[in-house]
């Protein structure tokens, strides 16, 4: 299927690793020009060089998504190198994990930097060309954690949720000018992250009997879903979020 997309303009922010790493190689492979963020140099320019080496057009800026200078910055690279992201796609690592008793204050205002309003500070970047093109497509990176929110991760069920009411009442504002905005909520996914928060094999072991897929889902199956809500065929769809999760949630929603 041609997804329309080739020669678009694209950022992909925490797209050094994991999920965002696959989300900038599978739209660089869709022929889109690749702006890619995130904060350490050295990574970045290594996942760029492995993109370029594919045949992608792909480059890095690094820039931290919870500091709200850094995101205006970045903007203003991008848009002198190759011009107003017309793809966005919001990613970062996850805020740290806790139950709720044990998060204190500073634990809750970098939470809401890092995926509350960063999320809400690249879409404002973003939107005033989107919108004066008439095409724009936003995707967040959240959770399955949105829908069902997981104990140990308080900061993450809660600041995501709040990320998919913004993408839900920013969808409707937005969408007669063009521009979708909708979420992707992995579900359990192999990288770094996952490696962190479930170190224990015993642990593992348990996570993956709750899984019907009775396996780990890759960064490429969330990639593929971010490259089809980015794509000319998605135009209709917005306000929603998908969840590649292998089967876990369990409820109708
Ligand atoms: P990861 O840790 O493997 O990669 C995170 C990426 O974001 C890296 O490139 C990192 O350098 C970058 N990053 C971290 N903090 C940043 C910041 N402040 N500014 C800019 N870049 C930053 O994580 P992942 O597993 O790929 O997860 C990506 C997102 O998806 C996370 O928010 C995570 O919570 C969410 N998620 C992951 C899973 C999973 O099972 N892996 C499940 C549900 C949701």
């Known amino acids: 299927m041609q997804l329309g997309i080739a ?14 790493f696959a989300v900038a190689r599978g739209l660089a492979a869709e022929g889109v020009r690749v702006a890619m963020s995130a904060r350490n140099e050295d990574t970045l320019a290594s996942a760029v060089e492995a993109i370029r080496l594919a045949g992608g057009e792909a480059y890095g800026e690094p820039a931290d998504v919870a500091r709200p200078e850094q995101i205006e910055a970045l903007f203003d690279r991008v848009r002198r190198r190759q011009g107003d992201p ?3 796609v919001v990613n970062a690592g996850g805020p740290p994990p806790g139950v709720p008793s044990a998060l204190g204050e500073a634990d809750w205002a970098y939470g809401y930097e890092l995926t509350l309003m960063s999320a809400v500070r690249l879409a404002r970047a973003a939107l005033p060309a989107m919108r ?12 399955l954690s949105v829908k069902e929110p ?28 063009g521009v979708t905005v909708n979420g992707v909520g992995p579900g359990y996914t192999a990288t770094e992250r996952l490696d962190e928060l479930f170190a ?9 009997e709750t899984i019907p897929a009775q396996r780990f889902g890759t960064p490429d199956e969330v990639a593929a879903v971010v490259v089809f809500l980015a794509s000319q065929q998605a135009a209709y769809i917005t306000g929603q979020t998908v969840f590649p999760d292998g089967g876990v949630m369990g409820a109708v929603h």
């Open 132 to 143: 004066e093109r008439h095409w724009g497509r936003i995707i967040n990176i959240t959770s």
């Open 200 to 208: 224990d094999e015993e642990a593992r072991e348990t996570l993956l």
């Open 86 to 88: 017309e793809i966005l």
């Open 7 to 20: 020669g678009r303009v694209a950022l992909v922010t925490g797209a050094s690793k994991g999920i965002g």
């Open 150 to 177: 997981l104990l140990t991760l308080t900061l993450s069920s809660a600041y995501r949720a709040a990320v998919t009411g913004f993408s839900k009442t920013l969808a409707k504002e937005v969408a007669a000018d």
